[in-house]
């Protein structure tokens, strides 16, 4: 029993696991949908009593799939503190927090309910490739997140040199610069802080030559390691057949 329910949850290609995996998307997205109308701020009880009997069915099917994929695990608490097990249980608990405890504070858990859209990833194939990649170039996006987080603070710190003195209000100090950094070595520029010296002004310009190339490095690593993961792919599906 264990191996065929096994074969049904996990095996994406035999028939029952198409079907299986068809209506778990299929429900996923219309628990979503259901979820996005709850929102609007004029329905009708009988559209919120609805609502709320699909949520119920919908949070009795997603926790029966979550014990069943523990269940034909074969390493169960590996799947339960994996990215997807981690996903499935934030979809579901939510629910019966509320039902325990009633206290208005706890709605906020309900947000853990648009993980849901992550349990879609599971079911395409084409994104088990972003899975590969990341493995590929986890060093390099390690070392660059290190190497931007050490230009964001020298430009915090530049632009707090240039700037307190014309607007000590805005560059109150280098961690209140920090937001302008950001947003400037993104490329982004909301406008909503910038440069009124003519010092801070040649040092914006600098800092935006280096944000365009810390734009288009992590683009330049991805798109490497998704055509090697493709590679990758091709290679196992060969050794399968």
């Known amino acids: 029993m264990k191996e065929k329910l096994r074969i049904i949850i996990e095996d994406n290609t035999s028939p029952k696991g198409k079907v299986f995996d068809y209506f778990i998307q299929v429900l996923i997205l219309l628990s979503l ?4 109308i709850e929102t609007l701020p004029n329905n009708s009880v009988k559209t919120d009593n609805f609502l709320n009997w699909f949520e119920l069915i919908c949070i009795i099917i997603f926790s029966i799939e979550y014990l069943m994929r523990i269940f034909v695990a074969k390493k169960p608490f590996k799947y339960i503190f994996s990215f997807y097990g981690i996903i ?3 979809s579901i608990f939510p629910f019966y927090l509320r039902g325990a405890y ?18 879609l990833i599971r079911y395409n194939k084409a994104l088990n490739r972003f899975h590969i990649a990341a493995k590929i170039v986890k060093e390099e996006i390690i070392l660059f997140l290190i190497i931007t987080s050490i230009f964001i603070f020298l430009a915090s710190a530049g632009i707090y040199f240039f700037e307190n003195e014309a607007q000590p209000d805005i560059f109150t100090s280098v961690i209140h610069s920090g937001w302008w950094a950001v947003v400037t070595l993104t490329t ?8 009124i010296t003519v010092g801070g002004k040649i040092f914006t310009f600098f ?3 280096i944000g365009v190339g810390i734009v288009t490095i992590p683009a330049g690593l991805v798109a490497s390691a998704l055509s090697k993961a ?3 792919e ?5 050794k399968h057949k």
């Open 88 to 90: 499935d249980f934030l």
């Open 230 to 232: 493709r590679e990758i």
């Open 102 to 119: 009633d206290l208005r504070a706890l709605r906020a858990f309900r947000i853990f309910r648009i993980f849901r859209a992550l349990k």
């Open 33 to 36: 949908i259901a979820f996005t």
């Open 207 to 209: 800092i935006l030559l």
């Open 234 to 238: 091709k290679d196992n599906n060969k």
């Open 188 to 195: 982004v520029g909301y406008g909503d802080v910038y440069p």
